[in-house]
């Protein structure tokens, strides 16, 4: 499969602890993005990378939050101190943008997290 | 972003064509009109997008009206594995950052 891989797909933590996720884009896509979804809504985005560089912060990422793609394949999301209300699903997605036109993101299948 | 209103739920019977409306009257001439759908417990999953012109794929075709105001996600012959709910999103393809701003969807309920 070649799709978006996200490692863990779950994770149960106690408030307070630190926790870290993974994602490894489409091969050769340039663009990544990290979108957070809790019940009942649409994803809402976090943050998004061409290559290595970080271009784009939402405001709910929060300095409890930080992403990393230090070789601009995969990329890490870690969530410090968490709390109860980071409790949710975390989906990450791939593209190859081009800076013209039309782009197609594809998704992960998300890391669903619970803060205790 | 334009702003898309899209029904909270729908239903339909296996077999037959699930019509999903979408509208997106503040759309500009930059903005595409995206589709997504997501099974439960799944991430967001592409069907298929649109400028101006209508388009079909193996998975659905898309109608966008002429003053593109609104548009239409057709599922020909749906099926049980077609429940999920369904996104429409509007996105200014010139912009570096594309970001996809998703609302709430319509839940689409097909049944036997």
């Known amino acids: 499969d070649t799709g978006v891989s996200q490692d863990p797909r779950h994770k149960i933590t106690k408030r307070g602890q630190n926790v870290t996720f993974r994602c490894d884009p489409i091969?050769?896509?340039?663009?990544l993005y990290w979108y957070r979804q809790t019940l009942g809504q649409g994803p809402e985005f976090l943050t998004y990378?061409?290559?290595?560089?970080?271009?784009?912060k939402s405001r709910l990422l929060s300095d409890r939050f930080s992403a990393e793609r230090p070789k601009g394949s995969f990329s890490t999301l870690e969530i410090q101190r968490t709390e109860q209300g980071d409790s949710a699903m975390y989906l990450c997605?791939?593209?190859?943008?081009?800076?013209?036109?039309?782009?197609?993101?594809?998704f992960g299948p998300g890391t669903r997290l619970l803060v205790l | 972003d334009a702003k898309t209103t899209q029904p909270t739920s729908m239903d339909c019977a296996e077999g037959r064509a699930a019509n999903l409306p979408c509208n997106h009257s503040?759309?500009?001439?930059?903005?595409?009109v995206y589709w997504y759908r997501q099974i439960h417990s799944q991430g967001p999953q592409y069907i298929i997008h649109?400028?101006?012109n209508n388009e079909t794929n193996e998975m659905a075709s898309l109608i966008i009206t002429e003053d593109r105001k609104s548009s239409t996600l057709i599922l020909p012959h749906a099926t049980l594995r077609d429940t999920a709910v369904y996104y429409c999103?509007?996105?200014?393809?010139?912009?570096?950052?594309?970001?996809?701003?998703f609302g709430t969807g319509t839940q689409l309920k097909v049944e036997l």
């Open positions: 997605a791939s593209s190859l943008g081009r800076e013209w036109g039309q782009e197609t993101q594809y």
């Open positions: 091969s050769e896509h340039n663009r």
């Open positions: 990378f061409q290559n290595e560089a970080q271009l784009e």
């Open positions: 503040t759309i500009s001439g930059n903005e595409y």
């Open positions: 649109g400028l101006k």
């Open positions: 999103i509007v996105r200014d393809y010139t912009g570096g950052g594309n970001k996809l701003t």
